[in-house]
């Protein structure tokens, strides 16, 4: 498929007045399907054939066993979950600014084959070399009508707890309580870029106090210079932009 193809024949499919759509690929594929069914009566459903398979890990799809998958689907029931939205774009699982948007806008622009071929380790390899070179940058926030300015490696809303395929990242996140949670990474340079992600990949991050952690149902961010976004693991843009919650915007199939 192309670019866009997703979103072309799920809204194909909501026109048609199908009862679902099941997407054979990973989240960046689910990304486009659900800017067709978002606040629509057609369900989500999921073959996971990705690099990360995160929605599918977030709710026990089975992975690398497509007959399972599609028993899963096949018995499966059909749950209204939210939404997260990025200016005028949805995302299911996560919206990102900073390093990991960079990070992916790397592997999109100048790497298009390496995710393809290597998978997660693509993530990996670029990750560690951006990292010594990344700075963070100084961000506005504007939280729940609070302001506040940090200086940031990089900032996540989550819609669901699971973050980059086998990172738990928002433990206390739901996909129905109408709010996303989201944190913030601190600092300057490559010590604090890989300070977070250990800490991550331990789980201790939700003790640091370079990170600090809200939940919300809306979030401005801006800053003297345009950081990358991305949605679900797909370039979505730059800052400025809006970020918000949209509640019990889609149907989707689980196990």
């Known amino acids: 498929l192309d670019r866009g193809d997703a979103t072309t024949y799920a809204r194909q499919a909501v026109v048609a007045g199908h009862d679902a759509v099941v997407v054979v690929g990973g989240d960046g594929s689910i990304n486009e399907a659900v800017q067709a069914l978002a606040h629509g009566g057609t369900a989500l459903g999921v073959l996971p054939r990705g690099t990360g398979n995160v929605w599918a890990r977030e709710v026990g799809i089975p992975l690398h066993n497509l007959p399972a998958a599609a028993q899963a689907m096949v018995n499966g029931q059909v749950h209204t979950v939210d939404l997260g939205m990025a200016g005028d774009r949805y995302f299911l699982m996560w919206a990102g600014i900073g390093f990991d948007a960079s990070l992916v806008k790397d592997l999109e622009e100048t790497q ?144």
């Open 112 to 255: 298009p084959g390496l995710k393809r071929q290597w998978g997660m380790a693509a993530f990996l390899v670029r990750g560690a070399a951006l990292a010594l070179s990344f700075m963070g940058s100084r961000l506005d926030y504007r939280i729940n009508g609070r302001r506040l300015r940090r200086r940031t490696i990089m900032a996540v809303l989550a819609n669901g707890r699971r973050y980059a395929a086998y990172l738990d990242l928002a433990p206390n996140a739901r996909l129905d309580d109408g709010i996303l949670d989201f944190y913030i990474f601190m600092g300057r340079g490559s010590v604090y870029t890989l300070r977070h992600f250990a800490g991550l990949a331990s789980g201790q991050h939700v003790h640091d106090p370079e990170v600090e952690y809200y939940q919300v149902e809306r979030v401005g961010v801006r800053g003297r210079a345009s950081l990358p976004v991305h949605t679900d693991g797909e370039p979505a843009g730059q800052t400025p932009m809006e970020f918000r919650v949209a509640p019990a915007a889609l149907h989707v199939i689980v196990p």
